[in-house]
């Protein structure tokens, strides 16, 4: 089982409708979470992050976290074309070491179409 | 504030050579983690550094190694390229609060 998980995708939805990306992970020790956004050939970008369960909202995006189901999801509502890129989900936990680590999923790819 | 700079941003290498990749982190960011993207691998941690010491190490051979200086920036070394070395090479840096990481534009590296 691998640490983060992440549907590769791609996921398709309409210009205007909801895209739900979604993300779970295997430490129950977990304590922070983040989405980031990398269009092709960039490096990622940070656009939300959330320590608390529930929701958290910034603009289109909302991210929901829901620590007993070690589940944590990312809502773009009214999607654009310009949303149209992998989605990567991070998880920060302790390492081995007792230092935290960042542990990214593979991504999602999200396609928004006119 | 300035972001994270990394330096080259591009990079041809032949087999056998070897390479040192250069980041800047946000100011103020003490910790500078690195990665390696592939298509096929997506985003694999090669290594974490706080304060100069090594903290986290991904499972690379050692031909992969780093450093941080006092300054927080850091270098990354790759001895003996191979071919399967080619990929997006990414720095990241943070304040280790709750390791919010922010990227650097990368240093593509193609090994011929």
């Known amino acids: 089982q691998k640490e983060v998980e992440q549907n590769s995708g791609p996921l398709s939805v309409p210009e205007g409708a909801i895209a739900s990306l979604n993300c779970t992970y295997s430490?129950?020790?977990?304590?922070?979470f983040f989405w980031y956004r990398q269009y092709s050939g960039k490096s990622p970008e940070l656009i939300m992050f959330i320590y608390s369960n529930g929701d958290k909202e910034d603009g289109r995006f909302t991210a929901q976290l829901n620590k007993a189901s070690q589940y944590v999801s990312l809502l773009i509502r009214d999607s654009q074309p310009s949303d149209s890129a992998t989605y990567l989900c991070?998880?920060?936990?302790?390492?081995?070491?007792?230092?935290?680590?960042?542990?990214f999923g593979t991504g999602t790819r999200l396609l928004v179409s006119p | 504030k300035a972001g994270v700079t990394q330096t080259p941003r591009y990079l041809i290498k032949t087999r056998g050579q070897q390479v040192t990749l250069s980041c800047s982190p946000i100011s103020g960011h003490r910790s500078v983690s690195w990665y390696q993207q592939t298509p096929g691998q997506g985003l694999q941690f090669l290594f974490e550094y706080f304060s100069e010491t090594q903290r986290n190490k991904g499972n690379f051979p050692g031909r992969f190694s780093g450093r941080q200086f006092s300054n927080s920036r850091s270098e990354m070394n790759v001895s003996t390229l191979e071919l399967g070395d080619s990929a997006l090479y990414l720095c990241?840096?943070?304040?280790?609060?709750?390791?919010?990481?922010?990227f650097g534009p990368g240093t593509r590296l193609t090994v011929l």
């Open positions: 991070a998880v920060n936990r302790e390492a081995d070491t007792g230092f935290q680590k960042l542990v």
């Open positions: 430490d129950r020790g977990s304590q922070s």
């Open positions: 990241a840096s943070s304040l280790y609060r709750n390791n919010e990481q922010f």
